[in-house]
């Protein structure tokens, strides 16, 4: 793929994705795309607009809806700006802006990315105008994103917008990047932790949320999404052939990085300076 750097993250729940994602975001300069929110956000359209989600022609046509959205294509070039903006790091200008952003954006239709102001920081999702960010990430909603995700009209009408936010360059997490969505990416890596590990994870973030869930409820329906993201015909969740395995039980989040980064720059050695001046560290940074 033409384009900036692509560093792709694939693995299953609670494997430390995002968190990572943004970690090696601030590292490189580049914007985050959490392939997973848009998943979220058309689980949560289609509960919003009585679609279940296991109908399989009603969520083709809401996903026709979704990824028809001119928006998209417009938060492309947003999200990729995304370093710019960022160089002007967490100025109050900068949040004044892009509150004016959604407001203007309020009767769109469809799901946009608001990028995240400083380098590294989590996006925000909108759908219809609307800041779903927190919305999207309920135990019930994760549930709803694997189902429709399983769905083939549903990942094809998807790869469009996935392809587009990702088109000039960013860390990317999901399940079948590496596979399916930038078979091409120049760095991709499959990241998996013990499942006991996973869910205390989930467990955690769900807490900082504000839910309190018993361990082994949460490590059940990890197991019952990951088997339901395994298993699917289309496009499953698997290691791609070329993609690094790293396993974080056991590390720190500091361990993960610090090996991803490594690998990333033992690859870049071998392929000679042009390769090391695309992934160069923004200004400042020490060398990892
Ligand atoms: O990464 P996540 O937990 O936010 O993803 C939610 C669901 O979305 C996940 O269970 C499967 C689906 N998904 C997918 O099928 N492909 C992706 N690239 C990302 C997520």
Redesign the pocket.
């Given at each position: 793929m033409a384009g900036g750097l692509l560093i792709v993250i694939?693995g299953p729940?609670g494997a430390g994705?995002?968190t990572v994602a943004r970690r090696l975001a601030e590292r490189y300069g580049l914007p985050v795309l959490?392939?997973?929110?848009?998943?979220?956000a058309l689980a949560l359209f289609a509960r919003e607009r009585g679609v279940a989600w296991s109908d399989a022609s009603g969520l083709a046509r809401l996903t026709t809806e979704l990824a028809s959205d001119a928006n998209a294509a417009s938060d492309a070039n947003a999200a990729s700006d995304a370093n710019a903006a960022s160089d002007a790091a967490v100025s109050s200008d900068a949040n004044a802006a892009s509150d004016a952003n959604i407001t203007a954006e309020a009767a769109t239709p469809g799901i946009r990315f608001v990028p995240a102001h400083a380098p590294g920081a989590a996006q925000r999702v909108l759908l219809a105008g609307r800041d779903v960010t927190a919305a999207i990430r309920t135990p019930e909603i994760?549930d709803g994103?694997?189902q429709v995700?399983?769905h083939p009209a549903v990942?094809e009408g998807l790869l469009g917008i996935?392809r587009q936010l990702g088109a000039r360059g960013c860390v990317a997490?999901?399940?079948?990047?590496g596979t399916v969505?930038f078979p091409d990416a120049a760095f991709k890596f499959f990241l998996t932790a013990d499942d006991r590990v996973r869910a205390a994870r989930r467990q955690h973030e769900q807490r900082e949320q504000g839910r309190e869930l018993p361990l082994e409820q949460v490590l059940r329906d990890l197991q019952s999404?990951d088997e339901?993201?395994q298993s699917?015909e289309a496009?499953p969740?698997v290691q791609a052939a070329d993609a690094v395995l790293v396993d974080s039980t056991g590390k720190d989040l500091d361990a993960v990085v610090h090996a991803i980064v490594a690998e990333i720059g033992r690859r870049q050695a071998e392929a000679g300076p042009k390769a090391r001046l695309a992934t160069r560290s923004r200004p400042g940074q020490s060398p990892a």
């Amino acid at each position: 793929m033409a384009g900036g750097l692509l560093i792709v993250i694939d693995g299953p729940a609670g494997a430390g994705k995002s968190t990572v994602a943004r970690r090696l975001a601030e590292r490189y300069g580049l914007p985050v795309l959490d392939t997973g929110a848009i998943y979220r956000a058309l689980a949560l359209f289609a509960r919003e607009r009585g679609v279940a989600w296991s109908d399989a022609s009603g969520l083709a046509r809401l996903t026709t809806e979704l990824a028809s959205d001119a928006n998209a294509a417009s938060d492309a070039n947003a999200a990729s700006d995304a370093n710019a903006a960022s160089d002007a790091a967490v100025s109050s200008d900068a949040n004044a802006a892009s509150d004016a952003n959604i407001t203007a954006e309020a009767a769109t239709p469809g799901i946009r990315f608001v990028p995240a102001h400083a380098p590294g920081a989590a996006q925000r999702v909108l759908l219809a105008g609307r800041d779903v960010t927190a919305a999207i990430r309920t135990p019930e909603i994760s549930d709803g994103a694997s189902q429709v995700s399983a769905h083939p009209a549903v990942r094809e009408g998807l790869l469009g917008i996935q392809r587009q936010l990702g088109a000039r360059g960013c860390v990317a997490e999901g399940r079948d990047l590496g596979t399916v969505v930038f078979p091409d990416a120049a760095f991709k890596f499959f990241l998996t932790a013990d499942d006991r590990v996973r869910a205390a994870r989930r467990q955690h973030e769900q807490r900082e949320q504000g839910r309190e869930l018993p361990l082994e409820q949460v490590l059940r329906d990890l197991q019952s999404r990951d088997e339901r993201d395994q298993s699917r015909e289309a496009a499953p969740l698997v290691q791609a052939a070329d993609a690094v395995l790293v396993d974080s039980t056991g590390k720190d989040l500091d361990a993960v990085v610090h090996a991803i980064v490594a690998e990333i720059g033992r690859r870049q050695a071998e392929a000679g300076p042009k390769a090391r001046l695309a992934t160069r560290s923004r200004p400042g940074q020490s060398p990892a």
